[in-house]
């Protein structure tokens, strides 16, 4: 077997191209896991954080806000909640490269995630089963 056969060097250098995707989509998400959003309301009586999937880990309310009508107090929880949000929807299209203003990056990331994912194993497969077939042919 001649080590200099370009087949080889083609498919060492999709190989390695395959795992250095591999392990930027890994980071990539990694990263996305870590992203929390904070947000406050106007006024700043009502503060609230949501986690990496936007769901509402913490709302913090002063005194000062516990003097105001049952209606406004909802107003600013939701206020505070709504950017917080906004700030994780924000950390996370930076940290993908989106544009403010695209519909659910997010859901778009995960579903182009998804799709490369397949689109890696089905190319790892075919590439495998290449390589089978020309280590027979060798051997043969």
Known sequence: MDSSDPR???LDRLVQASE???RELEEATRELRQVTGSGESRDGTVSARVDA????????ITHRAMRLEPEELGRD???AVRAAQE???RQARE???LPLGDEDPLGTFKRDLDELQDAYARETGERLE???RTQ?????
């Open 130 to 132: 290449g390589m089978r």
């Open 8 to 10: 080889l060097d083609e």
């Open 87 to 89: 700030d994780h929807e």
């Open 95 to 97: 940290l993908l490269g």
């Open 20 to 22: 250095r995707t591999m």
């Open 53 to 60: 999937d936007s769901k509402l880990v913490e709302v913090r």
């Open 77 to 79: 929880v939701v206020e």
């Open 136 to 140: 027979r042919a060798w051997e043969d």
